[in-house]
Nanobody, 126 residues
Framework: QVQLIESGGGLVQAGGSLRLSCADS????????MGWFRQAPGEEREFVAA????????DYADSVKGRFTISKDNAKNTVYLQMNSLRPEDTAVYSC???????????????????WGQGTQVTVSS
């Protein structure tokens, strides 16, 4: 069983940085590919970043490429999202998610993920 808990959200000024963490209390975290998604008020949930089970592959939405970095520490059962050069349009609830199967098959699709955290709010002021 995978139980994901996010932390690290908050209020930051434009241009600032935050690091989100997503920890799993289970024993199988290392086997899962992980993703970060976000949802702003009145908007659909959108893909942000994904990482394969061993960290060998990473992918990003065009809107965050070059500013955000996803990483995975299997020894700590934790996946991170380092967010730099934040913009007001990055304001959203950020959620982590876990899935198995082929990494390249739908890493950007929320429907492909089996387990979700509760989300953490990120607010970027202008």
């Amino acid at each position: 069983q995978v139980q994901l808990i996010e932390s690290g959200g908050g209020l930051v000024q434009a241009g600032g940085s935050l690091r989100l963490s997503c920890a799993d209390s289970g024993r199988t975290f290392s086997s899962y590919h992980m993703g970060w998604f976000r949802q702003a008020p009145g908007e659909e949930r959108e893909f942000v970043a994904a990482i394969s089970w061993n960290g060998g592959s990473t992918d990003y939405a065009d809107s965050v490429k070059g500013r955000f970095t996803i990483s995975k520490d299997n020894a700590k059962n934790t996946v991170y999202l380092q967010m730099n050069s934040l913009r007001p349009e990055d304001t959203a609830v950020y959620s982590c998610a876990a899935r198995m199967g082929s990494y390249n098959s739908g890493y950007y699709s929320a429907e492909r993920y089996d387990y979700w955290g509760q989300g953490t709010q990120v607010t970027v002021s202008s």
